[in-house]
């Protein structure tokens, strides 16, 4: 079977910087992604990690450990607009590699 | 370049009635997947077609069924509805080998 783990709430102060964990269990391994949710809006890709290693985009950074089954997105700097949830997925290899999603993380940002 | 559009935004309906969501992928991208989300479950995987066949289903009961048309245009429909179907349906687009979904605004569907 697989699994994967957030938190479910996380708060955090503006101009700070916040950890998203995301742990998972699956057969095998075939790449992490990101996706951050505004409410009542579409998901948006933020990244994809197939590679150990922090992965840097601006604010955001992406780390994976395929050894430990563990993720994070790292946000920087943070701003008012980031206040959203963020979604972490993997593809599933005994599932014929569909996307299994976490339950999201909702991130507040508070002044 | 037009983003993924899914129609209608909100829909209610009764108990035992049917329903058709549709779904129109960015310009150039075959393969359309549908997902459907409620609070606290996360997204949960419904169906994958790409070039009007379906090449993976999530572990949905056969009231679930979708289907994609020659213009990459797909549709789903989810027959003898029930109140736990209320749910927000997603549907995503993305090129065949690339692996970012690009996701609709959804269909809100209400089941009374």
């Known amino acids: 079977g697989q699994n994967i783990d957030q938190p479910t709430e996380m708060t955090a102060t503006e101009g700070a910087i916040v950890q998203i964990n995301c742990t998972y269990q699956t057969s095998g391994f075939n790449g992490l992604f990101w996706y951050q949710q505004h409410a009542g809006e579409a998901p948006t890709f933020l990244s994809y990690n197939v590679l150990d290693g922090l992965e840097e985009k601006g604010r955001f950074s992406s780390f994976l450990s395929r050894s430990k089954g563990y993720s994070y997105l790292l946000l920087k700097e943070l701003q008012m607009k980031d206040s959203a949830s963020y979604l972490c997925a993997v593809r599933d290899p005994d599932s014929n590699y569909q996307l299994i999603w976490g339950a999201g993380t909702k991130l507040i940002i508070k002044p | 370049k037009a983003g993924v559009t899914q129609t209608p935004r909100y829909l209610i309906k009764t108990r035992g009635q049917q329903v058709t969501l549709s779904c129109s992928p960015i310009s150039g991208h075959r393969s359309v997947s549908w997902y459907q989300q409620t609070p606290g479950q996360g997204l949960q995987f419904l169906f994958e077609?790409?070039?009007?066949?379906?090449?993976n289903k999530g572990n949905f009961p056969g009231r679930f069924s979708g289907r994609q048309f020659s213009n990459s245009r797909s549709e789903m429909n989810v027959s003898t509805l029930e109140l736990g179907d209320s749910a927000l349906y997603l549907c995503a687009s993305s090129l065949y080998g690339e692996e970012t979904q690009y996701f609709g605004p959804g269909t809100r569907l209400l089941v009374l």
């Open positions: 077609y790409f070039s009007e066949t379906q090449r």
